[in-house]
């Protein structure tokens, strides 16, 4: 199974819902500064994206912050739980698709947000994934990616061990984890992407780049798009 097949199929849906109920408490806090530092990004009236809305754990927030929200996943059984948790809304909808290959029109969106690692766990090329991003986003909206922040990594690693006791990923590969990654026996990895990673990632591109630490736990890359 490929890494992206990982996410899609035995990360997904209720086994995925159930990585986040089972997180500690300094965890659970991550989680929450994440969302709150989008919100306040993020104005009442924009038309907001999120890549890789797995079941709805993010999207039902944006969803009451926005005027409308759009969600996308490979992974049909992540949406359609999803759809069963945030309701036959109209100030919601969920496609299947990739997040390399958006099939919106350029500047389609007011915000952008790919937030909890995404830009490593989608495992696709990352500065194709913040292009698409950026292409879909008007001039003056935002595009807002994140991953860790360096000094979460004891917090981190420990919600990782609790997912893999609860069968959720493989057995920790001690001895290949370490350096802000975690690997797994069965072939999982999740790795992290630093300030001076998003930096490259984002050269050449039309924009403005800010990063930030969030809760000493995120690690922020705020794209704004000229």
Same mark, same amino acid.
């Given at each position: 199974?490929? +890494?992206? $097949?990982?996410?899609? &199929?035995?990360?997904?849906?209720?086994?995925?819902?159930?990585?986040? &109920?089972?997180? %500690?408490?300094?965890?659970?806090?991550?989680? &929450?500064?994440?969302?709150?530092?989008? @919100?306040?990004?993020? /104005?009442?009236?924009?038309?907001?994206?999120?890549?890789? #809305? $797995?079941?709805?754990?993010?999207?039902?927030? +944006?969803?009451?912050?926005?005027?409308?929200?759009? /969600?996308?996943?490979?992974?049909?059984?992540? +949406?359609? @739980?999803?759809?069963?948790?945030?309701?036959?809304?109209?100030? #919601?909808?969920?496609?299947?698709?990739?997040?390399?290959? +958006? /099939?919106?029109?350029?500047?389609?969106?007011?915000?952008?947000?790919?937030?909890?690692? !995404?830009?490593?766990?989608?495992?696709?090329?990352?500065?194709?994934?913040?292009?698409?991003?950026?292409?879909?986003?008007? %001039? $003056?909206?935002?595009?807002?990616?994140? *991953?860790?922040?360096?000094?979460?990594?004891?917090?981190?690693?420990?919600?990782?061990?609790?997912?893999?006791?609860? /069968?959720?990923? $493989?057995?920790?590969?001690?001895?290949?984890?370490?350096?802000?990654?975690?690997? #797994?026996?069965?072939?999982?990895?999740? *790795?992290?992407?630093?300030?001076?990673?998003?930096?490259?990632?984002?050269?050449?591109?039309?924009?403005?780049?800010?990063?930030?630490?969030?809760? !000493?736990?995120?690690?922020? #890359?705020?794209?704004?798009?000229?």
């Amino acid at each position: 199974m490929t +890494l992206q $097949g990982y996410y899609s &199929e035995k990360l997904s849906a209720e086994r995925l819902r159930l990585c986040y &109920e089972l997180a %500690p408490p300094r965890v659970k806090r991550y989680l &929450e500064a994440e969302i709150e530092f989008v @919100l306040d990004r993020i /104005g009442t009236s924009a038309l907001a994206l999120e890549l890789g #809305c $797995g079941y709805g754990r993010v999207l039902e927030r +944006l969803i009451a912050a926005a005027r409308r929200a759009v /969600g996308i996943d490979t992974s049909r059984d992540s +949406l359609r @739980l999803a759809r069963a948790m945030l309701g036959d809304t109209s100030s #919601c909808q969920l496609v299947e698709m990739d997040a390399v290959e +958006l /099939g919106f029109g350029d500047g389609r969106f007011d915000a952008v947000v790919c937030i909890q690692n !995404g830009l490593s766990a989608f495992r696709v090329d990352p500065r194709k994934l913040i292009q698409e991003a950026v292409r879909v986003v008007r %001039p $003056g909206g935002v595009a807002l990616f994140s *991953s860790y922040a360096e000094r979460f990594w004891p917090e981190r690693l420990e919600w990782f061990r609790l997912q893999a006791a609860h /069968g959720l990923i $493989g057995e920790i590969d001690d001895d290949a984890t370490g350096d802000g990654a975690i690997v #797994c026996k069965d072939g999982f990895k999740a *790795s992290t992407v630093s300030a001076g990673d998003f930096f490259a990632l984002t050269s050449g591109l039309d924009v403005v780049v800010t990063m930030a630490e969030v809760d !000493g736990s995120s690690l922020f #890359c705020e794209i704004r798009v000229l």
